[in-house]
């Protein structure tokens, strides 16, 4: 009898779920900087409460001597064991657009296997885009926006995002190869390299999982909530730059990078179509005010002797 790859399967949610959503991947692989995904993959079970549709099999897929559960002894016996989970699941933004999530850990073993049964239900649900991230330290400051680079399909997304475009050979990740295969099979994909300041790469850098959460809000359409996010950013600017001010080789480090970034950004003139003059990004809130406000000009004036006011820039 063959082992089957899910360990557990919920066949009347799964047969639930509607067709032509996107598909979310906060899967923790090869280079996590910031903790980046792992703070998404927090985030999103915090904030959205998935509903699991299929958990794959760890004892397949896991190699339990490199990455080994926790478990918490107390007194005289052990409690809480919590075992490494990969599941795919359902959930809704903040105006409730369902999306799926693949989240959890990176296989170890039998990828082949693994990425062929994405590929499977990628097809089964009729998926609209696949969006993922990743976070790599680089020589680059935090007191610039957090730059990405873009890969996969959309064109739009490279083209408006994508600050560093490099050709270079490096370590696979499954979420890699998973693009690479949906990719050569005409599926809608978009991944986004954040690259993290490397003096910042050990630490849970918030502006890490706001890059995560821009990127697939961009991909998506999805509303997804930002300012307790943004607001944790702000506090860790403001501790971080208090703390390089009493360290003059710190801020001269953090003066080079600043100038090596605004020489390499000089001719650049990427900028997201949702970006103010400002660099900054709006908020869930400030996006839904600013749709119901549009909503409300397309409906008119009751007397409809007036025409509506121009859409508002965000």
């Known amino acids: 009898m063959t082992e089957s790859i899910f360990s557990a399967e919920y066949a009347e949610r799964r047969a639930a779920v509607p067709r032509g959503l996107p598909l979310v991947l906060a899967m923790q692989g090869l280079s996590d900087a910031g903790n980046a995904i792992s703070q998404l993959d927090e985030y999103l079970w915090r904030r959205y409460d998935p509903q699991e549709i299929l958990r794959f099999n760890a004892d397949m897929l896991l190699d339990y001597r490199a990455r080994r559960p926790i478990i918490t002894f107390?007194?005289?016996?052990?409690?809480?064991?919590s075992p490494e989970e990969l599941s795919l699941s359902l959930a809704h933004d903040e105006f409730g657009a369902p999306f799926l999530l693949l989240s959890g850990y990176e296989p170890d073993f039998r990828w082949e296997h693994f990425i062929d049964t994405v590929l499977l239900?990628?097809?089964?649900?009729?998926?609209?885009?696949?969006?993922?991230s990743h976070a790599i330290p680089m020589p680059v400051p935090h007191t610039r926006p957090l730059?990405?680079?873009?890969?996969?399909?959309?064109?739009?997304?490279i083209e408006a995002r994508s600050v560093w475009?490099?050709?270079?050979?490096l370590s696979a990740s499954a979420a890699h190869v998973l693009e690479y295969r949906l990719h050569s099979l005409g599926e809608e994909v978009a991944g986004f390299a954040l690259l993290i300041p490397h003096?910042?790469?050990?630490?849970e850098y918030p502006e890490a999982l706001q890059g995560a959460l821009d990127g697939i809000m961009a991909a998506t359409g999805l509303i997804l909530a930002t300012d307790e996010?943004?607001?944790?950013?702000?506090?860790?600017?403001?501790?971080?730059d208090s703390q390089l001010a009493e360290n003059q080789e710190s801020l001269e480090m953090v003066r080079t990078?600043?100038?090596?970034?605004?020489?390499?950004?000089?001719d650049q003139t990427t900028r997201s179509p949702l970006m103010s003059e400002d660099g900054s990004i709006p908020t869930a809130d400030q996006i839904a005010?600013?749709?119901e406000r549009f909503l409300a000009q397309q409906q008119g004036p009751a007397t409809g002797d007036t025409e509506p006011d121009e859409f508002p820039r965000i």
Do not use: C
């Not at 107390?74 to 064991?81: K, P, R, T």
């Open 74 to 81: 107390s007194e005289d016996h052990f409690i809480d064991y």
């Open 121 to 132: 239900l990628v097809h089964e649900f009729e998926v609209s885009i696949t969006v993922w």
């Open 147 to 157: 730059s990405v680079t873009v890969s996969g399909s959309r064109d739009d997304l």
């Open 165 to 169: 475009r490099p050709t270079t050979k």
């Open 199 to 203: 003096y910042l790469a050990n630490t």
């Open 229 to 240: 996010v943004r607001e944790a950013s702000r506090r860790f600017t403001a501790q971080l």
């Open 257 to 266: 990078l600043e100038q090596r970034y605004d020489a390499y950004m000089e």
């Open 289 to 291: 005010s600013e749709l």
